[in-house]
């Protein structure tokens, strides 16, 4: 698997690291001395030579003798072996409380990520070392019970640190994408969240068992853990500081071994925190934080002009009043269309108008912790709202996702060819060899020169317009009949970005899939698509075949995106832009929401709500004056 591929090259560079390697050397050491203690030993943890007491280090007792003349070595290294083990449960139990809640809390999000959260904050509030000497109380002399008890009350930090890093992973787009190509949330969590967890769980059970080692060493010190003349460490240095006027030296082999693997397991946290920010970018999808509280703006009581309330049956996919909130804050409202079977419709606004949001929303993938709170979207005669089997069903097999970047939507722990075969034998029920020829008939498709070359690839070692490609093959991997492409040319160079256009052509006529095309873009429009569908602040301000739109736009919006579309740019000439910016969800006025920045807007557009209407056949407008567009002759 990849993520065999990637652990290496994470050792192999903590491994780089000289204070790495002398943490793992003592460790390592360290154990194996104290498993090893009756091999290596020379004498019995108890045996006592009273001729030799408190004696300095000899050839026969390398690190001297106590005070009832036992072998320090020896009750160091058996005193190892309680020390061990009661780290060990410590950090199980702290692993299984923290870092499975963490996980949960994070990757669910909703009440069970309020409720862990309380949870872990009661868990901080209570002071673990009096928990841990109130057990004692009741189960006197057992550690076990001790360092259990330790676990779950250490696990706060673990649940913060995890939830935090799953709620960005969450993000991801590529988590977005495994969830649009059909993967349950236990496949999801094990195979695209977990992997990306590993070093911040390694570090912080590294941090973890140091403080362990002092806890349980403190509980031998205070003889609440073994009891004498059982060897421990916190024995040892109880012992030694009982006679540290008369032998200073014994203070060296109780405390410095401790000292030293506490360093060594905080040393090799660090190490592996390090590595691990050198291992991994930053998401370039950063997670927006929720759009600011109400107030909402003016429920429209939509009139879906052209549109029938009802689900179109013929059509592929039949969107009716889609209305998403992000925060409580609406952020895309009523919006209706179809795409027919073997269509291609393009999704035309400037940023922030509501496409990604609108296309997302069909997926049932709202980002920002937003849902859909009203509408129907209806693919293949299932309503996907509310549904969340319908969503398993089609997505990847019904309904296949491109974003935007190729990169954020490929998993950076896992082979192209792993991440492909993965797709096909989920969605095709295919043999491991069968899905491995598919993938390469895949990449062969979607044009990548020398599949099996790429196919050993991880996405980091992809150009962008190759990875584009995988992308796309990876949507392809369920032969979805509708394919939602999120502005899937906007983060690759100019040269390529044509390339992938004709791509897309090439795939829709030869596949006859339906594609919904998010862009900013005219000449995506004019290459791809045979209807569009305009976005103004989160609203459907036209909608008609790209022909007539392009030359006779009946929405001032239209006609101002037409007019500043960079490819009519003239060379000399300033760039026509729409004065104005779009108004955020908070701020979208009670009127026609371009009025602002409308060269045509009067005291009623500005007065009420306005609706879609069909001025003619297979066309809508939310223009209360598109006749005025039409005898002005407005053109691009
Ligand atoms: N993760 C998020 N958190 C909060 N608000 C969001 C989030 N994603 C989108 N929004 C809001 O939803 C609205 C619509 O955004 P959306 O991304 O759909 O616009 P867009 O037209 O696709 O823009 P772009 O072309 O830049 O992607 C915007 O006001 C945006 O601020």
Redesign the pocket.
């Known amino acids: 698997m990849t993520t065999t591929k990637t652990r290496p090259a994470l050792a192999r560079r903590l491994l780089r690291r000289p204070s790495a390697v002398i943490a793992v050397a003592w460790l390592v050491t360290l154990t194996a001395a104290s498993l090893g203690a009756p091999l290596i030993a020379a004498h019995g943890p108890l045996d006592q030579d009273l001729t030799q007491v408190l004696a300095l280090p000899s050839a026969a007792h390398p690190l001297g003798t106590d005070s009832l003349g036992r072998d320090l070595l020896s009750r160091l290294l058996y005193g190892g072996q309680p020390a061990l083990l009661a780290v060990a449960e410590a950090l199980a139990v702290h692993l299984v409380v923290g870092a499975g809640l963490g996980l949960v809390a994070g990757y669910l999000g909703g009440w069970v990520d309020h409720l862990t959260t309380r949870i872990g904050d009661l868990l901080f509030a209570l002071p673990a070392i009096v928990i841990v000497l109130v057990v004692l109380s009741v189960f006197p002399g057992n550690l076990h019970a001790a360092m259990v008890t330790f676990g779950v009350l250490g696990s706060p930090s673990m649940i913060r640190v995890l939830r935090s890093r799953t709620l960005g992973i969450r993000q991801e787009m590529y988590v977005a994408a495994a969830r649009v190509s059909g993967l349950s949330d236990a496949q999801i969590l094990r195979r695209h969240v977990l992997p990306r967890l590993t070093s911040t769980v390694i570090v912080q059970a590294a941090l973890f068992s140091g403080v362990a080692v002092i806890i349980q060493a403190g509980l031998g010190f205070l003889g609440l853990g073994a009891q004498p003349p059982a060897p421990s460490w916190g024995g040892l240095v109880a012992d030694a500081s009982q006679v540290i006027d008369r032998d200073p030296w014994m203070l060296v082999p109780a405390g410095v071994p401790l000292v030293l693997t506490v360093i060594a397991l905080m040393a090799l946290g660090d190490a592996i925190r390090d590595t691990a920010v050198e291992n991994w970018s930053v998401s370039k999808l950063a997670?927006?934080?929720?759009?600011a509280p109400p107030p909402v703006a003016e429920e429209m009581a939509e009139e879906t002009a052209g549109t029938s309330r009802a689900p179109d049956p013929d059509a592929l996919l039949s969107v009716r009043d889609l209305t998403v909130e992000?925060?409580g804050v609406p952020?895309?409202q009523g919006v209706s269309f179809d795409v027919m079977p073997g269509e291609t419709l393009g999704v035309v606004?400037?940023?922030?108008?509501?496409?990604?949001?609108?296309a997302l929303g069909v997926l049932g993938l709202v980002?920002?912790g937003?849902r859909v709170v009203r509408g129907r979207v209806v693919f293949d005669g299932v309503d996907l709202v509310g549904s969340p089997e319908g969503l398993a069903r089609v997505r990847g097999s019904g309904i296949a996702y491109v974003s935007?970047d190729p990169m954020v939507g490929l998993d950076p722990t896992f082979t192209v060819m792993a991440q492909l075969a993965e797709a096909v034998r989920r969605h095709l029920g295919t043999t491991r060899e069968q899905a491995r020829e598919r993938v390469l008939e895949l990449l062969a498709m979607v044009g990548v020169p020398d599949p099996p070359s790429v196919a050993r690839r991880h996405p980091h070692q992809l150009s962008g317009g190759l990875a584009q490609r995988v992308l796309i093959a990876l949507a392809l991997a369920g032969r979805p009949r509708l394919l939602i492409a999120?502005?899937p040319t906007t983060a690759l160079d100019v040269s390529v970005q044509k390339e992938i256009l004709t791509l897309l052509h090439t795939l829709q006529r030869r596949t006859g899939i339906a594609v919904l095309i998010?862009t900013?873009d005219w000449g995506v429009v004019a290459t791809l698509c045979h209807r569009s569908l305009v976005?103004y602040a989160?609203q459907v301000v036209e909608q008609a075949d790209v022909e007539p739109m392009f030359v006779r736009p009946l929405h001032p919006y239209t006609a101002g995106l037409l007019a500043a579309n960079p490819h009519q740019a003239v060379s000399g000439h300033p760039l026509v832009t729409i004065p104005g910016a779009v108004p955020?969800?908070r701020d979208w006025p009670v009127g026609c929401r371009f009025a602002a920045r409308c060269p045509h807007a009067a005291d009623d557009c500005r007065a009420a709500p306005v609706a879609l209407v069909q001025p003619e056949q297979a066309r809508l407008t939310r223009c209360l004056h598109f006749e005025e567009l039409v005898d002005e002759g407005v053109r691009r």
């Open positions: 997670a927006s934080g929720p759009v992000i925060g952020v895309v606004g400037e940023s922030g108008c509501g496409k990604s949001v609108t980002p920002g937003g935007q999120d502005e998010v900013h976005m989160g955020p969800p």
